[in-house]
């Protein structure tokens, strides 16, 4: 199917708020654009060809790379909220290609060690303008990553960076001072949003079951929980692996439909007929229904108290912080240290921006055998049952 074809199947089948490919503002570099794709197919395909991409396989998630090889990483999660995004986006007629380039590319700008190392890297950096990952994000797609001779970056169409930028859940905040700031986020740049939080919700929640860190009876207190619950024959005992399944496979159903059935609601108020409606609204369609944001609420600050504060994940955090503030520290004194590749970036970006993103760019394993080299040897591991950081262990 060519491109002309493509764009003509858009218009038959995309809801009139949905944002048509032939509409797009286009690319900062002029490109002739491909004969069998899209833009924002095209758009995916040269985020899913980055190095940031790839190098998200070995990036924390909630657990180091190291801890096993079942949890999540940065790359699985990603991967999971562009599906959970496609459905969503197919489900309510949005564009399924824009929705699924802004949710591969939305976590691209993270450091190495998850939120620990973001905060790290944004303490060093405080001088400096900080770090943010969103932010971080967007500089990849636009400056860092080289792919064509005559730009950085990946050209990629306005829709896919303003969906990086106005990028936004409880743990990331938008910063869309150059993207039409007093607009919302398109309904495809919301789905994102939306697919992101249900993802790292579902999956963190099932990772930490897995991990034993998190156990059934603590979550009998969770309305969302007891909905799971109410919904599968399961008499609470024997929470074995294929029970978790079951009740982790349903809580993403139940919150896909609620999310779409409320979504579908907001619109029809709304009374959006064209992209641009969606973003003149002084609120977000695409949101779940007061009874769910609440559960889902709920389980976030369940997670953020028994998961992400957890002993075993606390000293992951503090591993973080004195991993990256050594490597950050070495490189700052000695920036010979730095490969050719990125020491001719000091220059123009100055020596600590360069540095951080030398850093950024690092997976866990490669920021554990940089330290490695740089001190010796790693920072050794507590004699902590369970806690496995630096070592390999077989799953």
């Not at 969503?88 to 380039?101: I, M, P, Q, S, T």
């Not at 977000?284 to 998961?307: D, H, K, M, T, Y």
């Not at 866990?364 to 262990?393: M, N």
Request: some cysteine; proline content about 3%.
């Amino acid at each position: 199917m060519t491109r002309a074809a493509l764009h003509s199947n858009e218009k038959r089948t995309l809801a009139p708020y949905g944002f048509l490919s032939a509409a797009s503002q286009g690319r900062e570099y002029a490109q002739a654009e491909a004969r069998y794709r899209t833009a924002f197919q095209r758009d995916r395909d040269r985020i899913l060809h980055t190095t940031a991409f790839r190098r998200l396989e070995y990036k924390t998630q909630v657990f180091v790379n190291t801890e096993g090889d079942y949890y999540r990483t940065r790359l699985t999660h990603t991967l999971e909220v562009a599906q959970l995004g496609r459905s969503v986006a197919r489900a309510l007629g949005a564009n399924e290609d824009l929705v699924e380039a802004i949710c591969l590319a939305h976590d691209l700008g993270h450091p190495p060690f998850g939120h620990s190392g973001e905060r790290a890297l944004d303490e060093l950096l405080v001088q400096h303008g900080g770090f943010d990952h969103n932010k971080q994000s967007l500089r990849i797609v636009t400056e860092i990553e080289r792919r064509y001779p005559d730009f950085s970056g990946l050209n990629l169409t306005r829709e896919v960076r303003e969906g990086i930028v106005k990028h936004e859940t409880e743990y990331d905040v938008a910063d869309a001072r150059h993207y039409n700031p007093e607009l919302r986020g398109h309904v495809e740049a919301q789905i994102a949003n939306a697919a992101d939080e249900l993802a790292y919700n579902a999956h963190d929640l099932d990772d930490g079951l897995r991990s034993d860190l998190l156990h059934s009876q603590q979550l009998d207190g969770l309305a969302l929980w007891q909905r799971v619950r109410a919904s599968i024959p399961w008499d609470g005992d024997d929470f074995d692996e294929l029970t978790r399944h079951r009740m982790i496979r349903r809580l993403i159903g139940l919150e896909t439909r609620d999310l779409v059935a409320s979504t579908n609601a907001a619109i029809a108020t709304s009374g959006a007929s064209a992209a641009i409606d969606i973003q003149r609204l002084d609120h977000n369609v695409v949101a779940w229904s007061p009874g769910f944001s609440r559960e889902n609420q709920e389980l976030r600050a369940f997670l953020r108290e028994n998961l992400y504060h957890h002993p075993r994940v606390a000293r992951m955090a503090a591993r973080a912080d004195q991993i990256i503030g050594a490597l950050y520290s070495a490189f700052i004194k000695t920036p010979k240290r730095l490969p050719a590749s990125s020491a001719e970036h000091i220059r123009v970006r100055g020596l600590e921006r360069t540095v951080c993103d030398y850093i950024a760019g690092m997976t866990d394993r490669f920021a554990l055998d940089e330290h490695a080299k740089l001190h010796g040897e790693p920072i050794a591991a507590p004699e902590t049952r369970g806690d496995t950081w630096g070592k390999h262990r077989p799953t």
